[in-house]
T-cell receptor, first 114, second 110 residues
Framework: KAGVTQTPRYLIKTRGQQVTLSCSPISGHRSVSWYQQTPGQGLQFLFEYFSETQRNKGNFPGRFSGRQFSNSRSEMNVSTLELGDSALYLC?????????????FGPGTRLTVL | DQQVKQNSPSLSVQEGRISILNCDYTNSMFDYFLWYKKYPAEGPTFLIS?????DKNEDGRFTVFLNKSAKHLSLHIVPSQPGDSAVYFCAASGSEKLVFGKGMKLTVNP
């Protein structure tokens, strides 16, 4: 069974631009969560989608948004990029919306904002 | 405010010795705890978990201990191997989203 895939793996943008990251969960998994990892803050929860609905949202500004499609694939978008948005963005999938289920992570997208 | 804390950013141990990674939490509603391991350029992978109804869970070289009264859990790796060198994240759940600690870098020296 293929794992969680994220595209692109690396991205370089400039301040003010917007970016869209993509995540394909493990086949059969319907829950997708997004995390931001920075050296100082560890993994911070962005949002979770289940069956195309946002189920939970972390404490990030409205510039961060996401969506999930009917095939469970998910995208996250960051508008008006800031230098501080440089981070590793991780996507994780699980078969249900319960946080008691093990989450399987993708390799991440490394975003650099110049 | 940080609900899951890994207060030591790094730990270095010799191969064959025990590695003890600590984690503290503040939210008494958390009832499920997990440890993830992360290698560079890879996503975190699940290592071991423990429910709040237990105080110990063991899986091979990995054992997680939970002290609910102290709101503390620890991961013991015995014996430590160089391949265990990675960043370890503690995470906690209380039926809503998973909350992760900042991670601890473990280095196991040959």
């Amino acid at each position: 069974k293929a794992g969680v895939t994220q595209t692109p793996r690396y991205l370089i943008k400039t301040r003010g631009q917007q970016v869209t990251l993509s995540c394909s969960p493990i086949s059969g998994h319907r829950s997708v969560s997004w995390y931001q990892q920075t050296p100082g803050q560890g993994l911070q929860f962005l949002f979770e989608y289940f069956s195309e609905t946002q189920r939970n949202k972390g404490n990030f500004p409205g510039r961060f948004s996401g969506r999930q499609f009917s095939n469970s694939r998910s995208e996250m978008n960051v508008s008006t990029l800031e230098l501080g948005d440089s981070a590793l963005y991780l996507c994780a999938s699980s078969w249900s919306a319960s946080s008691y289920n093990e989450q399987f992570f993708g390799p991440g997208t490394r975003l650099t904002v110049l | 405010d940080q609900q899951v804390k890994q207060n030591s950013p790094s730990l270095s141990v010799q191969e064959g010795r025990i590695s003890i990674l600590n984690c503290d939490y503040t939210n008494s509603m958390f009832d499920y705890f997990l440890w993830y391991k992360k290698y560079p350029a890879e996503g975190p992978t699940f290592l071991i978990s423990i429910s709040s109804i237990k105080d110990k869970n063991e899986d091979g070289r990995f054992t997680v201990f939970l002290n609910k009264s102290a709101k503390h859990l620890s991961l013991h790796i015995v014996p430590s191997q160089p391949g265990d060198s990675a960043v370890y994240f503690c995470a906690a759940s209380g039926s809503e989203k998973l909350v992760f600690g900042k991670g601890m870098k473990l280095t196991v020296n040959p």
